[in-house]
């Protein structure tokens, strides 16, 4: 879609280059009204050949970048705007940690604090500084987690992160909505992504064939189910919907055997 000043529009999709994220660009250039530029610590470069094959050279961008560095973040964002206009940034980058709570170090804290929380921080802080700016308006979506809601044993820092996410959603909704800035979160259950992958998982998180029952679906989503609410939280169908934490987790949340995930 091209705007007044005749750039096209285009979304940032942090971690786009994997799982939900590649998801969500997939979804949004399928959906045709915007482009994507993926914004990954180190883009596939087979992933994104595919992506310009199927949806073209021009509706794909792929940006080397980590988002916890909050002056790479503010460079990538100004190299985006040179040719773009930013119409909408998902918030997906993130990992995960597997650590008995009485063994965490400030450094394990801040290795998921920073991609979860920081990272999605600056990156909303570089598309807001453009909206407001061109005195447009914008829509964040960030990527929560069930865990934000239960206790998970041995995996304190993610809880952490994602109750973090939780909260600046909800702070940036209120701060930023008198520039027209709408902000929201996801909340997956599991979800079938290569971050949950044998051999990917850190050691002791379970296999999502064992935690399958904890959703009352009875098995985790597809990373599409996941991209599917996200285009919805990006598109005007939620004009009237900011701060918001919405649950796409096929009923685990409504489940409460969360102490079985412990690792036997
Ligand atoms: N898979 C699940 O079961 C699940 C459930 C709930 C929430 N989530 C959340 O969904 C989001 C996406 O997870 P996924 O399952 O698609 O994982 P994934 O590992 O498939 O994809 C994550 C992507 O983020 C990128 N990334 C990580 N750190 C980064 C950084 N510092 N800067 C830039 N990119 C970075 C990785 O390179 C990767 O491409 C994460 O925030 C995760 O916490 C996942």
């Excluded at 999605?120 to 865990?147: C, D, E, K, M, Y």
């Excluded at 997956?188 to 998180?205: F, Y």
């Excluded at 064939?209 to 989503?221: F, I, Q």
Aim: charged residues 20%.
């Amino acid at each position: 879609m091209t705007s007044g000043d005749g750039k096209p529009g285009i979304v940032l999709v942090t971690g786009g280059g994997s799982g939900i994220g590649l998801a969500t660009v997939e979804r949004t250039l399928a959906d045709g009204v915007h482009d994507c530029a993926i914004i990954d610590l180190n883009p596939d470069a087979a992933v994104v050949d595919d992506l310009i094959a199927r949806f073209g050279a021009t509706r794909v961008t792929a940006i080397t970048c980590n988002v916890a560095d909050r002056d790479a973040v503010t460079h990538a964002v100004d190299d985006v705007l040179a040719a773009r206009r930013i119409t909408g940034v998902v918030n997906c980058a993130g990992t995960l940690l597997a650590k008995p709570s009485l063994e965490l170090t400030l450094a394990d804290l801040h290795r998921l604090f920073d991609v979860h929380v920081a990272g999605s921080l600056f990156v909303a802080q570089a598309a807001a500084r453009s909206w407001i700016t061109a005195g447009t308006p914008g829509v964040i979506v960030n990527v929560s987690s069930v865990a934000s809601s239960f206790g998970w044993p041995g995996r304190l820092p993610y809880p952490i992160a994602k109750s973090s996410v939780e909260a600046m959603t909800r702070t940036l909704a209120v701060e930023w909505a008198r520039w027209g800035i709408r902000v929201n979160a996801v909340a997956p259950g599991s979800v079938d992504s290569p971050l949950m992958a044998e051999g990917r998982r850190p050691a002791g998180v379970k296999p999502l064939e064992e935690v399958a029952d904890r959703h009352a679906l009875g098995r985790p989503a597809a990373s599409s189910e996941i991209a599917a609410a996200i285009a919805f939280l990006l598109s005007e169908q939620s004009s009237f919907m900011t701060g918001a934490v919405v649950p796409v987790d096929g009923g685990f949340t409504i489940t409460k055997d969360s102490a079985k995930e412990l690792a036997q």
